[in-house]
């Protein structure tokens, strides 16, 4: 915390804006590091969801580590910041590979990667250009999720090869995307298990053939959480669990009180004859994820709260604006009497799209002792890196 920080409550900034429950926060980052460290395995944060350096040392236990972001600008600031060890989870575009270049040359470790023999001629040729090497890591689909090639697929060997005789093979990174749709603990378990089984036998493919792989990489927040058996794994990304939201709930990767992320709203009007509250918060507070859509309970933009983070039985966000948030109330429960100017909390349906709508996290701590009938203190300002 800074000495700086104004001491003032949740009831004094303009709304709608980011809250951050830092206890809540430190809680969920030492669940993870301590699962993985049980199964030996090191932890690559994904810092695209908070994109902010004072978060990112709460999964790192205050000091800089290895992590994965999703732009150059987020690996440039934490660059900036001190963090030498960085994986550029997204594709590479070659007009891209001059920033990564400049990055190398500051003594910045940055790995990139790629799903293509174009995009590896473009890396090999830009590293013998600036007499430097740049670590690339094979991006193999598991699960059709997204990108990656497939492990029996010869392209897997070209593109290694390629990187190989270039010195810049660095390893073979796997997303279990579809993770996010298994509705059971078992379900989860399996992919993870696919996961792990995917990355490992590309990484076996490539070491038959005289290739050195260091590193083989998978993660995402719900397989990291399932999890039981990492043999042959390096190390594991995850982002979202530093937060959690209503998607990883649903999922029953964590539960509402482990929710870190809310944003405070004010009521500003009432519409009684369709049962509505409405508020200053809408899409461009919230985003428009309806992540929760497919689940076995829909929760509409998200759930709400009052100030101090109890849920109000029944009470969901069910519409959205651009800047007016519709509150409606669910399974038989009485619309609440909230007069105009009352100020409550939503929980996110996606902490990482809600978390990029808002500049920076008014920080509260759960963990102070409550004084009743009090307003949570803040006790200070995280803010979030800007720019792509």
Known sequence: MTASAPHTTLADPDTPFAVLDVSRSQRNAQRLAGRLQELGVALRPHVKTAKSLRVAALMHGGRPGPITVSTLAEAEAFADGGYTDITYAVGIAP???????????????????????????????????AAVSIPALIEVDCDGHRGGVLVDDDALLAIGHELHKAGCLDGILVHAGESYFAPTAEGQRKAAAHERDVAVAAAQRLRQKGMEVATVSVGSTPTAHAATDLTGVTEVRAGNYVFFDLVMAGLGVCGIEDLALSVAV???????????????????????????????????????????????????????????????????????????????????????????????????????????????????????????
């Open 266 to 388: 004010t009521v500003i009007g009432h519409r009684p004859g369709r049962g509505w509250i409405l508020t200053d918060g809408g899409w461009m507070a919230m985003s428009r994820d309806r992540g929760t859509a497919n689940q076995a309970v829909d929760q509409g933009y998200g759930l709400v709260t009052d100030l101090t983070g109890n849920l109000i039985p029944g009470l969901v966000m069910t519409g959205a604006s651009q800047e007016h948030g519709i509150l409606t109330a669910r399974d038989g429960h009485p619309l609440p009497d909230l007069p105009v100017g009352a100020r409550l909390r939503i929980l996110p349906n996606h902490a990482c799209a809600t978390a990029a709508q808002h500049h920076g996290y008014q920080v509260i701590d759960s963990a102070e002792p409550p004084t009743p009938g009090a307003v949570p203190r803040i006790t200070d300002l995280w803010q979030r890196i800007t720019g792509w």
């Open 95 to 129: 007009h891209k590979l001059p920033r990564v270049v400049a990055l190398l040359r500051r003594g910045i470790t940055l790995q990139v990667l790629l799903d293509s023999l174009e995009q590896a001629r473009a890396v090999t040729a830009a590293a013998r250009e």
